[in-house]
């Protein structure tokens, strides 16, 4: 299958983020309606016309902000990362080379109901596709 940039990450749009979970302060999961994310670098986060920073006070607040909020729009490009838009915010993933080792992101689409297949899944890593900016 030939990689399509956004082409996974689009299929988010209609979807409203419903759990947002820190695993031992070292990544962090997204859980939408149809489809997991797991983040192994801190986002930048805007809401209520604010961004914030994984270092800010309220960073975690201002995620927790977003639970519930619907996908309007997605992007990923080189030089920018994957930007997920809600209609109350933002999540931007574009870390700095010392913020990921490897992996910046895995999105699981679960599977449809029924199917025997299992659900398309994506991750980006440093120095690839959207991330060639961070070799």
């Known amino acids: 299958m030939t990689y399509v940039p956004n082409a996974l990450l689009s299929r988010l749009v209609g979807d409203r983020l419903v759990a947002v979970t820190f695993v031992l302060d070292d990544y962090l999961q997204l859980q939408f309606d149809a489809a997991d994310m797991n983040v192994d670098a801190w986002p930048?986060?805007?809401?209520?016309?604010?961004?914030?920073?994984?270092?800010?006070?309220?960073y975690a607040d201002s995620l927790r902000h977003l639970c519930g909020a619907t996908v309007t729009s997605?992007?990923?490009?080189a030089g920018d990362g994957l930007r997920i838009t809600f209609d109350t915010g933002e999540i931007h993933i574009d870390p700095t080379r010392d913020e990921v080792h490897v992996e910046v992101a895995v999105l699981t689409l679960r599977p449809e109901p029924g199917s025997r297949h299992p659900g398309e899944w994506m991750c980006?890593?440093?120095?690839?596709?959207?991330?060639?900016?961070?070799r």
């Open 74 to 77: 997605t992007s990923e490009r």
């Open 124 to 134: 980006w890593r440093v120095g690839e596709d959207s991330f060639e900016h961070l």
């Open 44 to 58: 930048r986060v805007t809401h209520a016309d604010r961004t914030w920073t994984a270092v800010d006070l309220g």
